[in-house]
């Protein structure tokens, strides 16, 4: 389990955080679950696990079709899950155009392995910002796609007042999942 959260927590760090100007203000907000679910049922034809986690609560989940060891879960197995999301927001000051990319990366336990993995997701948005209301600390950008919205910007980010109409925002936001079978080997 060591490695496993170890795996998440490097590949959370995988992509830097985006160089802020000096006198811009940034954020970083990170939060990290850890807990054990219980299967309760699993479907081999459509590849989905029904699991039930600490309270209770049912989600059904689709695995995905890497993984190789589906035939080793079963209604009763338990798995710990830690689930890692950091959000890095920065106003960048460099006048760049908008822009967004995303990185999916998947690792799964090897066949006849216990059945485990890695999933990570990171997107990263590049937006303009177009307009800042101070009193109401609302700053209003325009991303990739042309579409103008307006975002409240919390107490915590300081420097606020030092945003300026036509600074570049990065938005980066990172999920990482990881997941073993307990065993009692």
């Given amino acids: 389990m060591k490695t496993m959260l170890l795996a998440v927590l490097l590949a959370l760090a995988s992509w830097g955080v985006p160089t802020l100007a000096q006198d811009k203000p940034g954020l970083v907000a990170a939060d990290m679950v850890e807990e054990v679910v219980t299967v309760r049922g699993v479907n081999y034809v459509d590849r989905t696990v029904t699991i039930a986690g600490p309270t209770g609560e049912v989600t ?3 695995v995905p079709d890497q993984s190789q060891n589906l035939d080793q879960v079963y209604a009763g197995a ?26 999916d990366k998947v690792e799964l336990a090897p066949k006849g392995d216990i059945p485990g993995g890695v999933v990570v997701s990171v997107k990263e948005i590049t ?4 307009g800042i209301e101070n009193a109401s600390r609302t700053v209003s950008v325009r991303g990739p796609s042309g579409e103008l919205r307006k975002y409240a910007v919390g107490p915590e ?13 990065v938005l980066r936001y990172t999920e990482a999942l990881g997941f073993k079978m307990i065993t009692d080997k």
């Fill in 157 to 169: 980010v300081q420097r606020f007042d030092n945003i300026q109409v036509g600074d570049t925002v």
């Fill in 78 to 103: 338990r798995f710990r899950v830690v689930y890692a999301q950091s959000v890095v927001i920065a106003v960048v000051g460099a006048k760049s155009e908008p822009g967004a990319a995303a990185v």
């Fill in 127 to 130: 937006a303009r910002v177009e």
């Fill in 60 to 62: 059904t989940i689709k």
